[in-house]
């Protein structure tokens, strides 16, 4: 067990730290993707053409209907990736892909449901549970645990964050693997400039909480005597706070969701955030890496920045570390990305999606794969210069895997509920989604209290959990595009 663990931890720290670099053709809008992996020599010899004896297959030559925004037969450096070298070679089915817009799939899923037509599988996005799940546009996996292997020891590490997103007390949602972690970058020169303790080290002995980060960044700010503004934080970190409670906004049992906003672990995130905008310590300008100027404490971003904040700031020994729990939770959270496959509506072939789905979760646990996977993101990602544009060191790595193996992933339904939720297309505050505004009102003082925003925001979380509840999904839009860069930091080419 504690193997599989930490494979799987390797195997979701390459694939996260590697999106930066391969994946903008096929990275999904809720932080699914597929990443390609190279079939090791060794690895592609023992692929097994027959199903052995003990394993008939029933769906054998059967083809699969793939419904998605990108080709699944192909990835970044050309065809088959290893999982579906294995499901190809060892089932002898293939995958038949239909090609859609991202922000139009869920209407060309209905459409093809409504007429009849075959659709099998369908990429995993936020949007899907509790909202498209509770419209029945997909089917609960339970009844394929046997061809998943789910009992049989592949799945174990997996299985708490499947129950997190059962749904009525069915699985439509197991991931095969994790991405996209949320993480703080800092500089383990500037913390030790500054006399504080290596915040990773705060994380390994437990101490690295909320009041441990926040008086941190009080402390630099103050200590700033050279006429530059200093601030104590940088970037994405709003959804991450809120997760670092162990809380959501909404709860999913198997009666259904209901509204949570007003939970006390969620005020507290709230007012935590309320006191590192008011102390001045957030700075709203965007960048895409750690800050070069030295006069921002830490950066929060997914991962994929990390190998770019390295580059950029050679010096400065940068490192990361989860987002610091809160004072009274029982662990260390992890928001985060999930890469999973759904079973569609009608079917004709669930245990051929099913074998699919082994497949990709045997990537993601057998070490020759992994060991692949890591060489690959270990090396350094060259630029037009001819130097590298990004570079992960061994030491990051390892830091990454047992970060993704210790914390518990979370995920809120509330992002799960459609548009008037959740989204990021439309510039003007006022108009995105409760979950976005429920972060950002603060971080851009728009609110003038917690209790004001959430008297204002939970009308909203009780209707979209009363339209859930009766099974009417809300279309997500199109993923926005990104801001514009910062003047106080532009990046260079």
């Known amino acids: 067990m504690k193997d599989i663990k930490r494979t799987l931890a390797g195997l979701v720290a390459v694939m996260s730290v590697m999106s930066a670099a391969a994946s903008c053709a096929q990275k999904q809008t809720n932080g699914s993707e597929e990443t390609p992996t190279e079939i090791p020599a060794t690895a592609a010899e023992e692929i097994p053409t027959e199903a052995p004896a ?36 060892r089932y002898g089915c293939k995958v038949n892909c239909i090609q859609t817009d991202a922000s139009k799939r869920y209407e060309k899923l209905s459409s093809m449901i409504n007429s009849g037509e075959t659709v099998d599988m369908f990429p995993f996005d936020e949007n899907a549970v509790p909202g498209r799940a509770a419209a029945g546009q997909f089917e609960a996996l339970d009844p394929y645990f046997g061809t998943l292997g789910y009992d049989e020891g592949l799945w174990d590490d997996m299985k708490g964050t499947a129950d997190m997103f059962a749904y009525g007390g069915n699985h439509y949602v197991i991931p095969t693997s994790l ?5 703080l970058t800092y500089s383990r020169k500037m913390m030790q400039e500054n006399g504080f303790e290596d915040p990773y080290q705060m994380y390994q002995q437990g101490t690295w909480d909320w009041n441990a980060f926040t008086d ?40 259904g ?23 001045g310590l957030f700075s709203s300008y965007f960048r895409r890496w750690f800050p070069t100027d030295q006069c921002t404490l830490f950066f929060a971003s997914g991962d994929w ?35 999973a496959k759904l079973l569609v509506k009608n079917s004709p072939n669930p245990d051929a999606v099913a074998a699919y789905l082994k497949c990709e979760r045997i990537v993601a646990t057998q070490e020759e794969y992994v060991q692949a996977a890591r060489d690959k993101a270990l090396a350094p990602v060259p630029g037009g210069n001819g130097e590298a544009r990004s570079a992960l060191t061994e030491e990051q790595y390892d830091a990454i895997q047992a970060i993704m193996h210790d914390c518990t992933p979370i995920y809120d339904p509330g992002f799960g509920m459609g548009a008037k939720m959740y989204t990021e297309t439309d510039e003007k505050l006022a108009s995105r989604g409760t979950m976005n505004r429920i972060t950002e009102d603060i971080l851009r003082q728009n609110a003038g209290s917690w209790d004001t925003l959430r008297d204002m925001m939970s009308p909203a979380v009780d209707a979209a959990v009363a339209l859930v509840n009766i099974g009417q999904p809300a279309d997500r839009p199109a993923p926005a595009t990104e801001p514009e860069e910062s003047p106080e930091e532009v990046p260079a080419e």
């Open 54 to 89: 003990e394993d008939p297959v029933t769906f054998r030559g059967t083809t699969l209907t793939w419904l998605g925004d990108f080709d699944l037969n192909l990835t970044s450096e050309g065809p088959r990736s290893v999982a579906m070298a294995l499901f190809e070679d």
């Open 305 to 339: 920045t990390l190998g770019t904040s390295n580059v950029r700031n050679p010096d400065a020994d940068i490192f990361i570390v989860p987002f610091p729990k809160a004072p009274d939770a029982d662990r260390y959270y992890l928001t985060c990305g999930f890469n």
């Open 179 to 183: 991405t996209d972690p949320q993480l």
């Open 216 to 255: 941190m960044m009080k402390s630099f700010k103050a200590a700033g005597n050279d006429g530059k503004t200093r601030y104590g934080i940088n970037g994405w970190f709003g959804r991450a706070a809120l997760g670092s409670t162990g809380h959501t906004v909404v709860n999913m049992t198997a009666a």
């Open 257 to 279: 969701c209901e509204n949570n906003i007003s939970d006390p672990a969620i005020e507290s995130a709230e007012l935590m955030m309320l006191d590192v905008v008011q102390n």
